[in-house]
Each structure stands twice: as structure tokens, then as C-alpha cells.
């Protein structure tokens, strides 16, 4: 076997032992059963997953097959041959060699991206002519996975890769001079990171994929320039770009990379992957590399990571056939004001619907008899008992309305919002889930939901607190006000969860599945999953609260709603109440599952699958005896203290 076949065959063995499972399988006996148990060590942390019946076979095939590559893979590179890198001026930052093995050091035992098999599948495919695009928000592990990659490759392609840090004052002639360096040397392996601060690089990016990538080698460009990839994807790398995006960190991962397994943490953070690294508290970590932790903190991650994305693009965007209602605003010094305002009006919008929906239209006087009869001495408090309810709703509705009205009276029209929302959508900060209506042809309603939870709620929580600091507030007791305040911030949290629940599970369904919110008249679904094919669904609750109560599932139990959805959607198949408490099955049918459990099981939409051994599947509830009047009474016997 030539030294070329050879390599092209550690390549195929690479790109396979990268997609088999590692570790390997124990066998333990409970109460006189054996069970198995799949075991690895990944981030210097043991894990351990239960194999159901079938599943141990399968598996223990997988780690074999994983052995014999491996075994196969060593001994075709013991007879490569050492390659000798020839000494190389370079115009752009390059590392090769030893710099590369020390690059990579530092994150050998971090945690894998979930997106990371895509850039191993590229790397180790036979397809040439086309390049890799990692791109997506700052801090959401871009240069890390170049880093991981350069660590995991093989010594052969390892003496064959070159990382190139791009600079601002390097541009696309001095790349080229280089690449073809690179190449010439026998280099088949380059990683180019930042490389959208190269000013010409949106107008001349085929010439890595027309030129090098058909040359054969295998270049992977990254930035945090998503708009820039975006550009250059319609037009220079149209159809000749692998795209792999990073901005959308979901629970399961941030819990897996992190080792955070709570939905309020991942709340108050989520969306980066700095929280594991910093000390909140330390009031002197740079606020452009920290996570969501204060107003100030998000403020300066839009402005450097989202504002200046937008600016930088327009800047070295020549043709100009995109966003060209921005250019106004951008030579006009106004687009990061006006980002910001959009952002924030989002948040309005969001923070009116919890305070209207969800808090002071019915459930003020509820928090006023809870707050009054609470338990704890403590929390207890009359503060609300004095305050008239829709003047306070008025008063923070109207707070509001002002602050969008004066943001509306600098210049910012439709055409810029519009722009604005296409920007952050290929940015991947919001994504449209709409809401549909139990009545068959009423068109869906635009529902936005954001996928950084953590600058989502630091904004909340700002607005929060700068809406109490109304006189009608200030006249209470800093005690009283605090309460308030937490009620409040609870409920935006019950609102986020919401959020977070319907965007992942939107974006784990496949083609066969819709995931939407249902209103009717008087209440809603929060989230409902369609089954096209089977002409079935399931129904779902979804509530901030660890305590089980009646209350929670009086939708789910309503014989009207079920009918109308049934006549619609086909059968319920289930009823779920998604919550932070514990997993438990009533009697009427209607499943409590843990929400944090939900989303690590996420992206399967096989809810009856993926629950715990023991919990069964339930037929459609309409089709029950339900004692309704009963139920109410339940109802209205817990009411007070939900």
C-alpha cells in the first residue's frame, strides 16, 4: 500500500472510531437482577447510563468495533513515514508543529460541543471543495472546538495541520500567498480562526472553497462575525460551505458541559459558556468576557457581540444588496442605540404579557392572600392588601408604553425593524415559535422566543427593579418592596421556562412534528406536539412551581379544550405537567415530569419512551369518566395556596 492510499485509509478509520461509543459495559445485580450499565469517563467526570433490554448487544458491538479500528489505525501509522516540515515565512499569524500541540493542552479534558461530530465529519470526509463554517455568538466554544480537534487528530494529519489566528491588518492576498505556502509543503489540514476581521473577506471567500478546498485540502473557517459568514454564504460560498452554528447552547449541554443541572441556573446564565469559569461576585472580571450576571455585563456583551458583529460586516460588506436600510442608521452612528432598543422592546413586550397574563391581572390578589397568610413570620406581609390592583397594572403598562414610544420617535422604522429581526434570526438569538388558535383557519400569531435565557433575564430583571422604583412603590418598606419584587421575578422565571421548554423541543423535532403553543377563548396549551404522521398529540402544562396541585392541570382535564383539540390535532396520546418537582403519575391520567429530566432526554419527541422504567403510557384522557365537579372543588380548595 502506497503512502497515499494509506493515509486515505487512516482518515476512513479515523472519521468511523470518531462516531463509535467509548468506554465500556458493567454488569450489576439488584435484588437479584442484572442490570447493565454503559461507563465512560468524559471531562474528567465518570459517568454511567442504565442499557434497557436490546440495548447492551448493540452497544457492547459498537465498543468492540471501536478496539479493532483502533488496533487497525496504529498500525497503518507505524508504517508512515515521519514527515519533515520544511522551515516557512509567513505573512499571517502561523502555527504549526509543536505550537499546535501545545494549543491544544489546555482543553484535551473539556467537554465536547454537540455539534462537534459535524466538524469531524468534515474533517475526515472524502468531499473536497467545500469549506467548514463555525460561527455563532462570543463565548460559545468556536476556538475551543478548533483547539479539540487540532488535540484529537492523529500524529500523521497532526504534522500536516496549520492554525492561522487572522488579524485586521491581514487580508485575503496575504492568505492566499500563504495558503498556497502551506500547501506546496504538503500541509492538507487549516484552521483559520477570526477570520471575518479580514476586511475583504465576505467579497473574496471562494477563494477557499473554488481554489484550496478542490486542491484537496480541508479548511475550517471560524468567527464571531456571524453575519459576515452569512454573507458570504449567499453569495462567495453559496452551496460550497459546511455551516456549524454555536450560538444555541440548549439545557442538556450547558448542564453536560458545565455540570449544572438546575433550569434556574441555566435561567439566570444560559446562553454562554462562561458560568463554570467565573466568580459572579468578582466585580472586577472583565464585563466583555463575562456571562449574563448584571444589567451592565449584558449591555456590554450586545454591544460587542451582537452591535459590533452588524457594524463590522456592513463596513466590509461592498455590494451591499443586504440589510440596506441599517446603512442610515449605521453611518448615522445610530445602529447600536437603535439594536439595543429592539432588544429591549422585545423584553417589554415580554415582561408586559408576565405582568398582564400572568401576575397582575388575577394573580396580585392571589400573591396579596399568600404573602398575607404565608407561614414563615418572616415573608409574611399586608403590603399588597392597600395597593388597588389596576392602577398598578395601569401605572407599570403605561411606564412601559412611554419607553417604547420614545424609542419609536428616533428614526427607527419598520424597514430597520424588520432588518434588525432578520439579522438576529441568522444570528440565531431569536427564533419564531408561533402560537396557534383551537380554531382551524385563524392564522398563526408571531410568538419570538430568545436563545441566550441569560441576557433575556438580566434585561427582565433590570426593568423589574426600575418599575418598582415608582412613587406608589417607594412609599413601602424596603422589606415589602423586596417581596414584591420576587413575586414578580418568579413569575418571569415560570414565563422564561416556558420559553426555554417550547425552543428546545421545537428545534429537537423532526419533519413529522410541530411543536406550537395552543390558545383557546379562556386559557391555553403551553406547548402541544403534533404528530403529522400519526395524526396524534400530546398536551402539556408547564409550571415554574416543585409542588403538585389540581390547578395546574385544570386545562389539561377540560373536556371542551380536549374535544376541540382532539377535532383538530387527532387523538391526545398524552398529558404532561412539566415542572421542577418530582416524576408521579395521578390517578386521572395526567403525568408530572421533571423538567430538568425532560430537557436532558430532549432531542427524542418519543415522551413515552424516554421516561423511567414504571411510568406508563396514558390513552387519550377525553375518553376517560373524569369527576369534574369534583375536580373543581379540588380546584378551588388549592387555589389560594398555588
Known amino acids: 500500500m502506497d503512502d497515499l492510499k494509506r493515509q486515505e485509509k487512516i482518515q476512513e478509520l479515523e472519521r468511523q472510531?470518531?462516531?463509535?461509543?467509548?468506554?465500556?459495559i458493567s454488569k450489576k445485580?439488584?435484588?437479584?437482577?442484572?442490570?447493565?450499565?454503559?461507563?465512560?469517563?468524559?471531562?474528567?467526570?465518570?459517568?454511567?447510563?442504565?442499557?434497557?433490554d436490546g440495548e447492551m448487544e448493540v452497544l457492547q458491538e459498537q465498543i468492540d468495533r471501536r478496539k479493532s479500528l483502533?488496533?487497525?489505525?496504529?498500525?497503518?501509522?507505524?508504517?508512515?513515514?515521519?514527515?519533515?516540515?520544511?522551515?516557512?515565512?509567513?505573512?499571517?499569524?502561523?502555527?504549526?508543529?509543536?505550537?499546535?500541540?501545545?494549543?491544544?493542552?489546555?482543553?484535551?479534558?473539556?467537554?465536547?460541543?454537540?455539534?462537534?461530530?459535524?466538524?469531524?465529519?468534515?474533517?475526515?470526509?472524502?468531499?473536497?471543495?467545500?469549506?467548514?463554517?463555525?460561527?455563532?455568538?462570543?463565548?460559545?466554544?468556536?476556538?475551543?472546538?478548533?483547539?479539540?480537534?487540532?488535540?484529537?487528530?492523529?500524529?500523521e494529519n497532526l504534522s500536516r495541520t496549520a492554525y492561522i489566528k487572522a488579524r485586521r491588518t491581514d487580508n485575503m492576498a496575504?492568505?492566499?500567498?500563504?495558503?498556497?505556502?502551506?500547501?506546496?509543503?504538503?500541509?492538507?489540514?487549516?484552521?483559520i480562526d477570526e477570520v471575518t476581521l479580514m476586511e475583504d473577506f465576505i467579497d473574496s471567500a471562494a477563494l477557499f472553497s473554488d481554489v484550496f478546498a478542490t486542491m484537496g485540502m480541508k479548511i475550517v473557517l471560524s468567527g464571531t462575525d456571524s453575519l459576515g459568514f452569512w454573507l458570504a454564504m449567499d453569495e462567495e460560498l453559496y452551496d460550497r460551505a459546511k455551516p456549524i452554528h454555536t450560538t444555541f447552547i440548549p439545557y442538556r449541554e450547558y448542564s453536560r458541559l458545565l455540570g449544572i443541572d438546575s433550569i434556574d441556573e441555566y435561567i439566570r446564565y444560559g446562553g454562554t459558556l462562561r458560568a463554570g469559569e467565573l466568580a459572579f461576585d468578582d466585580e472586577d472580571v472583565n464585563a466583555q468576557d463575562a456571562s449574563f450576571r448584571d444589567d451592565e455585563s449584558t449591555r456590554r456583551y450586545i454591544d460587542t457581540a451582537i452591535c459590533k458583529n452588524i457594524q463590522h460586516s456592513l463596513a466590509c460588506y461592498e455590494s451591499g444588496g443586504h440589510f440596506r436600510h441599517l446603512y442610515s442608521l449605521y453611518e448615522a452612528g445610530e445602529l447600536t442605540s437603535a439594536i439595543n432598543r429592539i432588544i429591549e422592546d422585545m423584553n417589554h413586550r415580554f415582561l408586559i404579557s408576565v405582568l398582564t397574563d400572568d401576575f397582575l391581572s388575577h394573580d396580585l390578589r392571589l400573591t396579596a392572600a399568600n404573602l398575607r397568610k404565608e407561614r414563615d413570620p418572616e415573608k409574611r406581609t399586608e403590603a399588597l392588601d392597600a395597593i388597588d390592583t389596576e392602577a398598578v397594572t395601569r401605572r407599570l403598562m403605561e411606564l412601559l408604553d412611554i419607553r417604547n414610544k420614545e424609542e419609536q420617535s428616533i428614526g427607527i422604522t419598520t424597514a430597520h425593524i424588520i432588518e434588525i429581526k432578520q439579522y438576529l434570526a441568522a444570528l440565531e438569538l431569536i427564533v419564531d415559535c408561533p402560537i396557534e388558535s383551537a380554531d382551524p383557519g385563524i392564522e398563526p400569531v408571531e410568538h419570538i422566543l430568545f436563545t441566550q435565557p441569560g441576557?433575556?433575564?438580566?434585561?427582565?430583571?433590570?426593568?423589574?427593579?426600575?418599575?418598582?422604583?415608582?412613587?406608589?412603590?417607594?412609599?413601602?418598606?424596603?422589606?415589602?418592596?423586596?417581596q414584591i419584587t420576587g413575586r414578580i421575578l418568579e413569575e418571569v422565571r415560570g414565563r422564561m421556562m416556558e420559553d426555554i421548554v417550547l425552543l428546545e423541543t421545537?428545534?429537537?423535532?423532526?419533519?413529522?412534528?410541530?411543536?406550537?403553543?395552543?390558545?383557546?377563548?379562556?386559557?391555553?396549551?403551553?406547548?402541544?406536539?403534533?404528530?403529522?404522521?400519526?395524526?396524534?398529540?400530546e398536551i402539556f402544562e408547564i409550571k415554574h412551581s416543585s409542588k403538585q396541585v389540581p390547578l395546574q392541570y385544570r386545562h389539561l382535564?377540560?373536556?371542551?379544550?380536549?374535544?376541540?383539540?382532539?377535532?383538530?390535532?387527532?387523538?391526545?396520546?398524552?398529558?404532561?405537567?412539566?415542572?421542577?418537582?418530582e416524576d408521579a403519575q395521578m390517578e386521572n391520567g395526567v403525568q408530572y415530569w421533571n423538567v430538568e429530566n425532560y430537557l436532558k432526554a430532549l432531542p427524542t419527541l418519543d415522551i413515552v419512551q424516554v421516561q423511567e422504567i414504571g411510568m406508563q403510557s396514558i390513552e387519550p384522557l377525553c375518553k376517560r369518566t373524569i369527576a369534574t365537579k369534583q375536580l373543581q372543588l379540588e380546584i378551588e380548595k388549592h387555589r389560594l395556596s398555588f
Open 70 to 155: 483502533q488496533a487497525q489505525l496504529k498500525e497503518l501509522q507505524s508504517g508512515m513515514p515521519k514527515a519533515h516540515q520544511p522551515k516557512l515565512d509567513f505573512e499571517t499569524s502561523v502555527i504549526a508543529g509543536r505550537g499546535l500541540e501545545a494549543m491544544s493542552q489546555g482543553v484535551k479534558d473539556w467537554g465536547l460541543r454537540d455539534c462537534f461530530e459535524q466538524l469531524e465529519e468534515y474533517l475526515y470526509s472524502k468531499e473536497s471543495d467545500r469549506v467548514c463554517l463555525i460561527f455563532g455568538l462570543r463565548r460559545t466554544g468556536k476556538t475551543t472546538m478548533l483547539r479539540q480537534a487540532i488535540g484529537r487528530m492523529a500524529k
Open 29 to 52: 445485580t439488584i435484588n437479584g437482577k442484572v442490570r447493565y450499565y454503559h461507563q465512560w469517563t468524559e471531562n474528567r467526570k465518570k459517568h454511567s447510563q442504565y442499557l434497557r
Open 455 to 482: 441576557m433575556r433575564y438580566c434585561q427582565a430583571q433590570a426593568l423589574v427593579h426600575s418599575l418598582l422604583k415608582d412613587e406608589q412603590f417607594s412609599a413601602l418598606s424596603e422589606y415589602d418592596k423586596m
Open 557 to 581: 382535564v377540560d373536556e371542551d379544550k380536549c374535544q376541540r383539540t382532539e377535532r383538530r390535532f387527532g387523538p391526545i396520546q398524552g398529558r404532561y405537567i412539566l415542572y421542577r418537582g
Open 17 to 24: 472510531i470518531a462516531g463509535l461509543p467509548i468506554g465500556y
Open 174 to 191: 496575504m492568505m492566499n500567498r500563504d495558503l498556497k505556502k502551506l500547501f506546496n509543503a504538503g500541509f492538507r489540514y487549516v484552521f
Open 506 to 537: 421545537m428545534k429537537a423535532a423532526d419533519k413529522d412534528h410541530r411543536v406550537f403553543k395552543l390558545q383557546f377563548e379562556a386559557g391555553e396549551f403551553d406547548m402541544v406536539i403534533y404528530d403529522q404522521k400519526e395524526n396524534s398529540c
